[in-house]
């Protein structure tokens, strides 16, 4: 697992060396005041916030507030820590958007445990993001969040009047591929093309299978010539692999790219047909080739 960084909010510095102390198998980030807090979480990945409630400028209700209200910060969970004991806090702890109470003083396994169930639940949600927006054969991202991730990056894309490309691939003959060898092969020639896409993908780009044997490109900030590029690059890879049967048996396979970029009212839709379009004369015209 990955470690975790918890940020731990408290008027009171004893109080922190306490909670910093006890959570030493985790990343601990210490704030003593809210506007510190509320900084820290713009600047930092925080996976739990551990929070006071009596705090000078504003108390940590205020702080859980406005946590909630910011899509970048909402979904980090809070405990709140307080001495406060009284039932209205500890209603009003979840109204605000609280995910547990502990009152001070606390015991220390008892906290432990509570942060650590906090911990699994995030973990379980990540787990379940991930499910929701991968391809479980191949590990690359699904068409739904291809098209989505597509309607941001155009959006984006007019905002900063940059250009934005997509490359639509198909494996050749793949049919012939399954027929002759068997469906195990043709998984291993799906997810072989997966890893060559993965192993020249720059950070911003989105790849995703988008059907059977198909699959997207999206090539943020790149103009039609250099996507063109991308793409002869990523054919020629491919022309160069191969998987191999049981008995050592080379099979090699080949792919047909088709090549859209955004013009002024592209839509996703519209950048996907355009891609398709092209995909569809680099088949006709002879496949292994980029239109
Ligand atoms: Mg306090």
Redesign the pocket.
């Known amino acids: 697992m990955q470690n975790r960084t918890i940020l731990a909010v ?3 510095i004893e ?1 922190l060396d306490v909670l910093v102390d006890l959570l030493s198998d985790y990343d601990v980030i210490d704030a003593t005041s809210p506007t510190e807090a509320l900084e820290i979480v713009k600047e930092e990945k925080i996976d739990l916030i551990l929070l ?4 000078p400028q504003m108390d ?1 209700f205020e702080v859980c507030r406005r946590l909630k209200a910011d899509p970048r910060t909402k979904d980090i969970p809070v405990i709140f820590v ?2 406060k004991t009284d039932e209205e806090s500890i209603e009003k702890a979840y109204d605000v958007g609280g995910s547990d109470y502990i009152t001070k003083p606390f015991l220390p396994k008892k906290l432990l445990a509570r942060v650590k169930k906090e911990l699994r639940i995030i973990g379980l949600i990540e787990k379940l993001n991930k499910q929701a927006t991968t391809d479980p054969l191949t590990g690359v991202y699904n068409r739904r969040f291809f098209m989505d991730s597509c309607q941001k990056n155009i959006a984006l894309a007019k905002r900063k009047k940059e250009p934005l490309s997509i490359l639509m691939i198909d494996i050749d003959h793949f049919k012939q591929i399954n027929d002759t060898y068997g469906h195990a092969i043709g998984d291993e020639v799906i997810q072989k093309l997966s890893s060559i896409m993965q192993e020249s993908q720059r950070k911003s780009d989105v790849i995703a299978r988008y059907g059977g044997e198909e699959f997207l490109i999206l090539l943020p900030d790149t103009p039609y010539e250099s996507a063109k590029e991308v793409a002869q690059k990523l054919r020629k890879k491919v022309e160069e692999s191969f998987v191999e049967t049981h008995n050592d048996e080379k099979i090699r396979f080949s792919v047909s790219i088709g090549v859209a970029t955004i013009n002024k009212e592209d839509s996703c839709q519209k950048l996907i047909q355009n891609a398709d379009k092209a995909l569809y004369q680099a088949k006709e015209s002879g496949r292994n080739r980029v239109c």
């Open positions: 408290d008027d009171t109080n006071d409630i009596m705090m940590g307080t001495a």
